[in-house]
């Protein structure tokens, strides 16, 4: 059974960067979209980047857009979420998954904090 493995995550001041991954135990190809989800603190998990196996095609939450880049190496089952300009907001358990999610799939997530 395929797993996804999450890391990265960090405390960083507002403005810097963090990149994520995403570390699929199996073959990432069999997904055909997968995705970046974060939990904020009080609030329901969200999607924040998707990235489509066919095209490599990119969607973004407003939220992030222009500040978050989505990517995957299906070679070596990897994702990737690269933030710039991170904002507190952006404060958040961080997972990856398949969209729509699996809940065999769902990892531990990786805790990002931007705090000064």
């Known amino acids: 059974q395929v797993q996804f493995v999450e890391s990265g995550g960090g405390l960083v001041q507002p403005g810097e960067s963090l990149r994520l991954s995403c570390a699929a135990s199996?073959?990432?190809?069999?997904?055909?979209?997968t995705a970046w989800y974060r939990q904020r603190p009080g609030m329901q998990r969200e999607v924040v980047a998707r990235i489509y196996r066919s095209n490599g095609l990119t969607l973004y939450a407003d939220s992030v857009k222009g500040r978050f880049t989505i990517s995957r190496n299906n070679a070596n089952n990897m994702m990737y979420l690269e933030m710039n300009s991170l904002k507190p907001e952006d404060t958040a358990v961080y997972y990856c998954?398949?969209?729509?999610?699996?809940?065999?799939?769902w990892g531990q997530g990786t805790q990002v904090t931007v705090s000064s």
């Open positions: 998954n398949s969209l729509p999610y699996r809940a065999s799939l």
């Open positions: 199996g073959s990432m190809s069999d997904f055909a979209v």
